[in-house]
Structures are given as C-alpha cells and as structure tokens.
C-alpha cells in the first residue's frame, strides 16, 4: 500500500479533474455517435529537380451523418506555405520564428492546378477567407445520408524547404498533408482547421490506394503494404546491402551523405492502406535499410522497418529493436497492433524531434541511443493514440499526446528504469530529491499565473503551455490514476477503451463515460 500525504491526494483529485474535465450533461446533449468514410485512389510523380508532385487524386465520400451536406469542406494543407500571411506563418512569428518569413520564394510551396469534380460534375469552389489552406466546395445536388459522391481532381504540389512536416532537404522528401483531404464532419459540424505546427490533426477514416512513379534509386517508406514485387526485391537487397556494411560499422562511417546521381529510368510502385485517415511517405537515394519481424499474442506477424542515412548511423544501427520492442509493448498494455507493418525513418523534421503518421513515423536527430529508443517508442505509440484512437488534437490534444506520454513513461521505466523525458510522476510521489523538468516547468508558469488546463484548444496555448498541458500534466494524472486504481485494473480499463473506440473519433467525455462505468476489477 502506497502512502499519500494528504497534500498528494488533493492534488491527484485535481488534477484527474481538470483532465477528466467534461460532464455527463456535454455527452448526453450531442446526437448520436456516427462517423464519415473517406476512401482515396492517388496517382502521382516526382521530379526530383524541380521539386515537384504530378498527379490526380479520387476520394469516394461516404455521409453517415443524419444530416444532408450542401458542400464539402477539404483541406490544402500544403498551401500554408504558399505565403507569409497563412495562419502557419503567423503562428512562426507569434513563436518568434522568422525562419519561413524571410525565406526565398522560391522555398515557398503548394497545391495548384486544382480543378475539382463531383460525380463528373465541374463545381463552384472557393478558398475559405483568409486561409487559403480550406476549401469549400459547393455539390451540384445535396448529399443525403448514407449517400456517396465521388470527389476528382488533378494537382501539383511543389515541395517547400523543411520549414515545419511537409518539405524536402536537397532530394529528400518528406511528403506529409501532402494531398486534399476533406475535413471531419463530426456530430459537432465541421472541423475545418488551417495547418498548424503547434496543433495537431483530425481526418476521416477510410482507405488508400496510391502509386507513386520516381527515380528507381529512390527507397521509399510509407503508409499502407506495399503491393510492388520489384520493389520488395529492391527492398530486400537495401537490407542485405545495410547488413553488410553495418556488420564491419565503425564510429568513423557517421557523417553527412551526399546524393547519388537520380536514376534515368523510373519505378512505379503501389500502396494499399486499410482502416487509416492518413497517408505519409518519405524518399531518400541513401536510405539504409533493416528489417524485423513482431509475432503478437495471436500470433499475428507484423513486418518493422527502419530506413536511415550515414547521419547518426551509429544511433540508428540498433533502431530495428526499439521499433520491436515498442510494438510488443503497446500490444501488450494497450491492445493488439491491427496493422501489417510499422516503419520509423530517419529524415529532416523542422516540427520536433518526431512525428508519427499511421504505421509510419520520421525521427529527427537524437542526442543519444536511449533517446532515440524513447522518441521512437514515443511516435510508435502513436499508432494507438492518434492512428486507431483518432481524437481531435486540434481541440483535446492531452488524450492523444498525454496518454501517450504517460505510456512513454512506463516504456523507460520498464526498460532504462528511468521515467523518459515526460515520465509524468512529480518527485514528491516518488520520494526523490529533484524535481522533475515538467514538475518546475508547472510550477513556473503557475505560481506566475501563467498556467493553462490541458482542456484548452492547441492553437489557444503558449509554447511553454503546450508540452505541459498536451503531454506533462495529462501523463501525470494518468500515472496517478494508475497508482490509484492498481495497475491491473487500469490496464484493463484500457484496453477496453481500446476496443470500444478503434477506429473511432473518442471525445473527452467518451474517454470520462468509459471509466466511470461499472465494472469488475479482475
């Protein structure tokens, strides 16, 4: 039996408040639960010098919604970059960036050559004001529910310098909110929303069918299974090539690569994806490559990748386990990983030190190996809480980065006995004489007024704000509520959220209404 000072257990009554913040009254007012399909069939291909996508995108829009549409809602999110005046860039200057204000035009980048369809209809569409990364089309008949339309529309995207996700560094490509994508509508409205650094993401599931045509020198990772044999054996002879040059590795091989020669000739290689609302992929001519394999409990096998450059190679050459272990780990604690490959990619990132995308996450530099396992572990995890427990980050960013952050946490405690970079347990809990980062960085901003509750829109926090109210203090009250209920009994409860809500959109009181309903502690 743990022993809480009465001081202690105030604050874990409000912090758990503050966190499970939304009443009975908020869910029972809303209609009931339904969910929007998104299906997509993309084409398109690179020119490596000029930096620029070719191609056509079709999405089949299913309303489930009780409600009859009159126009859809889509968004361009690469058109952030297209300007100075974007809700991006002003969001860089509010956080003290000049980076993509002063850059040249020709860094700048977008979507253009949009001509869009509706069931072989040409519509009126226009940009929402002021954002010209939302688009509002106008259907030429009113979409009724449990109706579909079929959405086309060709497009260039001229890559941007990496200013934030979506950019490239020389000829590496990080094609990320790379293609038109229609807005959540939700029992809310709809979630239109300009791209943001500091705010997250909130798509419709459905499904994706893309081919991409570029140099065949390039090694590409993505979302979804590739369908390429060619490219399989490509693949494969990259990670016997990787296997033998790191079988003689010293710390003398790391450093910068330069880029091969493109290839003259071309590959045309094809992805599918099921059950995802999003699609990423990353091209790089120096990618090494590994590969591994994760047998779950069911005894379902998930291939694991890892593709990385001569830049903290050193790293990067034990990043094949960490992919592993954080698969079975979130398997085990959360639920079982529903699709057929994960991925993690070494590339230029200008948004942190990771990001994740379903079955696909690109890492940025580490300042060490145990670091890199963490943030790899960290974006895996992701997977769970973003890629199958879809939540609005926009909006409630603590149930996607904060409960995420809290298994981070139990990761490298389990693994390095160490609570990471968030472990999430102030030092008065745990009985050690330091405080931790997040713990001073709270106190900072509270005792100086300043602090904000994690229920707060992303794009409404500060900087300092943000990583305590999405990942330090969510993490926290979630450790509390392990030590509270008995990890047993929490980790059943979640992984009965799990399994309620995959491939669903939870909400803060759905997350709220799970644990207080009645159950049986095993």
């Given at each position: 039996m743990k022993y809480y000072t009465p001081l202690t257990l105030q604050i874990l009554k409000i912090t758990i408040a503050l966190v499970l913040l939304h009443t009975w009254a908020d869910l029972s007012a809303q209609k009931p639960y339904f969910q929007q399909e998104a299906h997509y069939r993309i084409t398109a291909a690179l020119d490596d010098e000029q930096h620029r996508l070719s191609g056509a995108i079709e999405i089949r829009y299913v309303n489930h919604s009780p409600d009859t549409l009159r126009e859809l809602y889509i968004h361009l999110w690469p058109n952030a970059y297209q300007e100075r005046s974007t809700a991006f860039a002003r969001q860089q200057l509010d956080a003290g960036s000049t980076k993509f204000y002063f850059a040249k035009d020709s860094e700048l980048g977008g979507l253009n050559n949009l001509d869009f369809k509706v069931n072989s209809q040409a519509v009126e569409w226009r940009y929402k004001p002021g954002n010209p990364d939302i688009?509002?089309?106008?259907?030429?008949?009113?979409?009724?529910?449990?109706?579909?339309?079929?959405?086309?529309?060709?497009?260039?995207?001229?890559?941007?310098?990496?200013?934030?996700?979506?950019?490239?560094?020389?000829?590496?490509?990080?094609?990320?909110?790379?293609?038109?994508?229609?807005?959540?509508y939700d029992r809310e409205g709809w979630h239109d929303m300009p791209y943001l650094e500091m705010g997250e993401f909130y798509s419709e599931f459905g499904s994706f069918d893309v081919s991409l045509t570029l140099p065949e020198n390039y090694v590409v990772g993505a979302t979804g299974v590739l369908q390429t044999e060619s490219e399989r054996v490509f693949l494969d002879k990259k990670v016997e090539d990787t296997r033998v040059m790191m079988s003689s590795f010293t710390t003398d091989n790391t450093g910068q690569d330069t880029f091969p020669a493109s290839a003259k000739t071309t590959k045309t290689i094809r992805y599918l994806a099921e059950n995802v609302h999003d699609?990423?992929?990353?091209?790089?001519?120096?990618?090494?490559?590994?590969?591994?394999?994760?047998?779950?409990?069911?005894?379902?096998?998930?291939?694991?990748?890892?593709?990385?450059?001569?830049?903290?190679?050193?790293?990067?050459?034990?990043?094949?386990?960490?992919?592993?272990?954080?698969?079975?780990?979130?398997?085990?604690?959360?639920?079982?990983?529903?699709?057929?490959?994960?991925?993690?990619v070494q590339s230029a990132l200008s948004a942190g030190g990771g990001m994740e995308y379903p079955m696909i996450t690109v890492i940025s530099t580490a300042s060490g190996a145990s670091s890199l396992d963490e943030v790899i572990t960290h974006e895996v995890g992701h997977n769970w809480f973003y890629g199958i427990l879809a939540s609005n980050e926009r909006d409630h960013a603590w149930l996607d980065e904060g409960i995420n952050t809290y298994y981070e946490g139990r990761y490298m405690r389990r693994y390095y006995r160490g609570g990471g970079t968030f472990s999430g347990l102030p030092a008065f809990v745990t009985g050690g004489s330091a405080y931790e980062l997040d713990e001073l960085a709270y106190l900072f901003q509270s005792r100086r007024r300043l602090d904000q509750a994690p229920e707060t829109p992303s794009d409404e926090l500060t900087r300092v704000n943000y990583f305590l109210g999405a990942y330090a203090k969510p993490a926290a009250a979630m450790r509390y509520?392990?030590?509270?209920?008995?990890?047993?009994?929490?980790?059943?409860?979640?992984?009965?959220?799990?399994?309620?809500?995959?491939?669903?959109?939870?909400?803060?009181a759905d997350f709220r209404a799970h644990w207080e309903r009645p159950r049986a502690k095993t």
């Open positions: 688009a509002i089309l106008q259907l030429p008949a009113p979409l009724l529910p449990e109706r579909e339309v079929t959405l086309v529309t060709p497009f260039v995207l001229q890559f941007p310098a990496s200013f934030s996700r979506l950019g490239h560094v020389g000829q590496s490509y990080q094609a990320t909110q790379w293609y038109p994508k229609p807005a959540v699609f990423a992929w990353f091209a790089d001519k120096r990618f090494r490559v590994q590969r591994g394999e994760v047998v779950l409990p069911s005894g379902r096998k998930v291939d694991t990748w890892v593709m990385f450059t001569r830049t903290q190679e050193n790293l990067w050459k034990d990043a094949i386990t960490y992919v592993d272990r954080s698969v079975r780990f979130y398997s085990e604690l959360v639920g079982e990983y529903p699709w057929p490959q994960a991925t993690a509520l392990e030590n509270y209920v008995g990890t047993a009994y929490f980790d059943q409860v979640m992984q009965d959220y799990y399994r309620s809500w995959q491939f669903k959109h939870p909400r803060p």
